[in-house]
């Protein structure tokens, strides 16, 4: 019999060949049924919590009560339901999260690739986000305008979304413009550098200045 036979669910000790799906942590493995169980009794506690209009803060266990849960119903296995509790609480976390327009990125992980094997994400497009300084004699609001016209011609630019440019900061020696867009997740870094070329060209070709950073340094002399 191989090492890989001998293998069973932390939990519940069913061996390999009783499970649809065993998944291994550091020191210990969890079978399908044991998530398919835990997970309904979350659910339904999820479910009792929102109808009694709790909040989230007090709907989400933290990993130290969902410990003490399982330690109600399972003796030893210390390490495994530090472990479970852990990826529970992470679990649940992100999915009470309120979901974002811009951050909207969807993740697929077949079960079976969970260990031992690179993840990829699924979506399409990926944010992009960088930055430029301008100099203070020069008028932000136009720069703007500028960069808004010259990057929503590109084609690296998601046709989804449009790019999303503002003011990001006044700094010591720079106003920054921050630009935000979205473009195929495969030729991100590629992307990255055409932007940054387009912004350049647009600039430059307006007279438009990049500050050099710089920082004023006063010598106090002594006059005793």
């Known amino acids: 019999m191989s090492k890989e036979e001998n293998l069973e669910c932390s939990f519940c000790g ?83 999260q309120e979901k974002s327009d811009e951050d909207d990125v969807e993740i697929t992980i077949p079960n079976k690739h969970i260990v031992g094997e690179v993840l990829h994400n699924s979506k399409h497009d990926s944010l992009l986000e960088l930055t430029v300084g301008i100099d203070y004699s020069e008028n932000p609001l136009e ?25 990001d900061a006044f700094a010591d020696s720079s106003i920054n413009i921050a630009v935000r867009l979205w473009t195929p997740t495969e030729n991100l870094y590629s992307a990255k550098y055409e932007a940054y070329k387009e912004i350049y060209l647009t600039l430059d070709n307006a007279n438009i200045k990049i500050p050099f950073p710089q920082r004023d340094i006063h010598l106090i002399k002594d006059l005793a």
Request: hydrophobic share 40%; net charge neutral.
């Open 14 to 96: 069913r061996k390999k060949a009783e499970t649809n799906l065993l998944i291994a942590g550091i020191d210990a493995h969890i079978c399908d049924k044991c998530i398919e169980q835990a997970t309904g009794i979350l659910d339904e506690e999820v479910t009792d919590n929102k109808a009694s209009g709790l909040s989230k803060d007090l709907m989400l266990k933290k990993p130290l009560e969902i410990k003490e849960f399982l330690d109600q119903y399972i003796i030893g296995q210390l390490e495994t339901k530090k472990s479970m509790s852990v990826a529970v609480y992470n679990h649940y976390k992100r999915l009470l």
């Open 143 to 167: 720069v703007v305008a500028m960069l808004e016209d010259a990057l929503g011609k590109l084609d690296i630019v998601s046709k989804a979304r449009k790019p999303l440019i503002g003011i």
